[in-house]
């Protein structure tokens, strides 16, 4: 069992900056692959950006491209996502998801995901 616990949302002006982080339970988190999705209200979750095991590889969806950055500290099991540059489209609740097996890298889609987190809004106002 995993548990991904999120935190750091919360409401920014266009422009402004949000860290959100998400903490790990077990002690095997350096072998799983991690990534951070959004859903918009009533639309399907997308992926937004997603890190290997070792933190050597990353992938970000085009739209947050030169804004976000994910990162991880396997020390303390947690994978942070630092959002610049935000705009009132990134308004939407963001999940943070580990991949156990991490054979896909930043590379596998959303349903090579084996654990959720419940959640954090993030709200970008105009």
């Known amino acids: 069992q995993v548990q991904l616990v999120e935190s750091g949302g919360g409401l920014v002006q266009a422009g402004g900056s949000l860290r959100l982080s998400c903490a790990a339970s077990g002690r095997t988190f350096s072998n799983f692959a991690m990534g951070w999705f959004r859903q918009y209200s009533g639309k399907e979750r997308e992926f937004v950006a997603a890190?290997?095991?070792?933190?050597?590889?990353?992938r970000y969806a085009d739209s947050v491209k030169g804004r976000f950055t994910i990162s991880r500290d396997n020390a303390k099991n947690t994978v942070a996502l630092q959002m610049n540059s935000l705009k009132p489209e990134d308004t939407a609740i963001y999940y943070c998801?580990?991949?156990?097996?991490?054979?896909?890298?930043?590379?596998?889609?959303?349903?090579?995901?084996?654990?959720w987190g419940q959640g954090t809004q993030v709200t970008v106002s105009s």
């Open positions: 998801a580990a991949d156990v097996s991490g054979r896909n890298g930043p590379f596998g889609g959303s349903a090579t995901y084996d654990y």
């Open positions: 890190i290997s095991r070792s933190g050597g590889s990353t």
